[in-house]
């Protein structure tokens, strides 16, 4: 596989200049000082998010090579490189990483008040740990990115949560490290085969069914507890609940989207014998999330757990886009990741925004909101129904296409995996209907106020892009399209 090489080390940049950033924060911040240390962090963010821009503008969307390329030895004894490069798939996971991080610095500017150096450097050093995570091109490196984004989401739910914030990072830790282990082990089998950690070698070596089969095992106990898939989804709704709202943004915009790259940067190409094996199964869970999971949405009181649980069906769309083989389904799969993230994203924040005024997540406790905030409203509608999926949002895009992918694969599951639609206008309405118009019932609704200046900016740059997407997802397909193709390529012709 060609590598295309960069004088100037833009993926490094984005690593560190968000740790960078962070550990400033830490050191100059204080509680005295916190508008001083809110406006370090924005900046922190900003130049983040700037230095993962020539990473786009530069990009060659006609090759699947990797670009960008940095590679320097770092454990020599173990053949392990510090390795770096992005291709279609990973560039888009950059960017989003970098923007959601400056959306959660701003969410949280007036709502966190105590320990404010701590909240905004934990998101920073979080996000440079997680731009690793996408751009390693060395397994070991890639391993330690990837457990290493734990430590700053364990701090952040477990310090700036809800009152069950201790049990719900518990529970999102063991999950996530307990399926990890099982990784570390695949990727020490794969070095003791290869003798090396670099990925590209991996995924060019010939394994065996069975190796193939226990290696596509071990890592998916790491990957589908991160997507969630059902049934390993249940620390999720906990983690979210319980989250601060920039928690809960960065926990849905990016890390569920961990696990869901992980399948298409080492599952599919590695194991590409027992992916396809196995594809039945992995398309039961799937389908499994999407329905069962959307129903379980309608049901619920608490508006975080509503959409902490369409998410789950949301990576369900994800995960079945994978193992359908076919171009369409996968980049729909990758489509619905990078509008995942801005959806899921703004809904959070709207749920944040509407508990800051009231405290309360509960459906029951609101009602009439458009009387006293109609711009809030707005955003909200739009974010409900890009949740739900209607044309001209981004929600839409990746939906569709793996119902295309789904019906070519077979027509049957096809249209299992268009009633999801149903359910997804179900909750989504349906919670709407409930928040946001009738008669106001409650004083405390009657006393809200819409939104300021810096909450409108926030809301509406996600709705430019949630909207941009819809309308014109050209960019977005044309950049990821060779890539894909390569892979699924790369998957076809081990089966000859």
């Known amino acids: 596989m060609g590598e295309m090489t960069t004088t100037i080390p833009w993926l490094s940049l984005s690593i560190f200049v968000p ?13 005295d000082r916190a508008d001083y240390t809110r406006k370090m962090a924005l900046v922190g963010a900003i130049v983040s998010f700037l230095v993962t821009l020539p990473i786009y503008f530069g990009f060659d969307s006609s090759t699947a090579n990797m670009q960008f390329v940095e590679n320097v030895s770092w454990i020599a004894a173990f053949n392990s490189a510090y390795h770096l490069g992005v291709d279609g798939i990973s560039i888009w996971f950059v960017l989003l990483t970098a923007f959601i991080t400056i959306i959660v610095v701003l969410a949280g500017w007036e709502v966190i008040t105590t320990r404010v150096a701590q909240y905004m450097a934990a998101f920073l050093i979080l996000s440079g740990l997680m731009v690793g995570v ?19 989401m364990y701090i952040i739910i477990g310090v700036w949560g809800g009152p069950n914030r201790v049990y719900a990072a518990f529970k999102f830790f063991l999950y996530t490290l307990l399926g990890s282990l099982l990784t570390l082990i695949a990727f020490i089998y794969l ?19 069975t190796p193939q089969l226990l290696i596509f095992i071990a890592l998916f ?3 589908a507890v991160k997507v969630p898939m059902w049934p390993v989804h249940t620390w999720l709704p906990d983690a979210h609940v319980e989250a601060p709202t920039g928690g809960s943004i960065v926990l849905a915009a990016i890390m569920l989207k961990l696990g869901a790259y992980g399948f298409l940067r080492f599952s599919l ?19 499994i999330a999407v329905i069962y999971i959307g129903l379980v949405a ?9 959409v902490a649980y369409s998410s789950v069906a949301h990576m369900g769309f994800v995960t079945l886009g994978f193992f359908m083989f076919n171009i369409t389904g996968l980049e729909g799969a990758v489509m619905q990741m990078i509008s995942h993230g801005f959806v899921s994203g703004a809904m959070f924040l709207c749920i944040g ?24 409203v707005t955003f909200f509608v739009l974010f409900s129904m890009a949740n739900a999926g209607l044309p001209a949002t981004s929600g839409f895009i990746g939906e569709f296409l793996v119902i295309l992918g789904a019906v070519e694969y077979n027509f049957w599951i096809g249209l299992l995996t268009a009633t999801a639609l149903l359910w997804g206008a179900s909750y989504s309405l349906w919670m709407v209907k409930r928040v946001a118009y009738g008669e106001i019932k409650h004083d405390h609704v009657r006393e809200m106020k819409d939104i300021n200046c810096r909450e409108f900016l926030i809301l509406g740059l996600l709705a430019i892009f949630v909207l941009y997407m819809g309308i014109h997802p050209k960019p977005f397909t044309d950049v990821m399209h060779v890539s894909l193709q390569q892979l699924l390529e790369h998957v076809a012709i081990s089966k000859l």
Do not use: C
């Open 19 to 31: 740790i960078v950033a962070g550990i400033l924060v830490l050191i100059f911040g204080r509680d």
């Open 134 to 152: 996408f751009v390693a091109l060395d397994g070991l490196l890639f391993y330690v990115f990837f457990e290493a984004t734990l430590i700053p």
């Open 191 to 209: 070095y003791t085969v290869t003798g090396t950690f670099d990925i590209a070698t991996w995924q060019a070596t010939q394994l065996g069914y």
């Open 221 to 223: 106990a790491a990957f």
């Open 269 to 287: 190409p590695i194991a590409p014998d027992a992916s396809q094996s196995l594809s039945g199964i992995m398309i039961a869970l799937s389908l």
């Open 298 to 306: 309608i049901v619920q009181d608490d508006m975080k757990k509503l």
């Open 353 to 376: 925004l509407l508990y800051d005024r009231v405290h309360s997540r509960q459906i029951s406790d609101y009602g009439g909101v458009v009387n006293v905030m109609p711009k809030f």
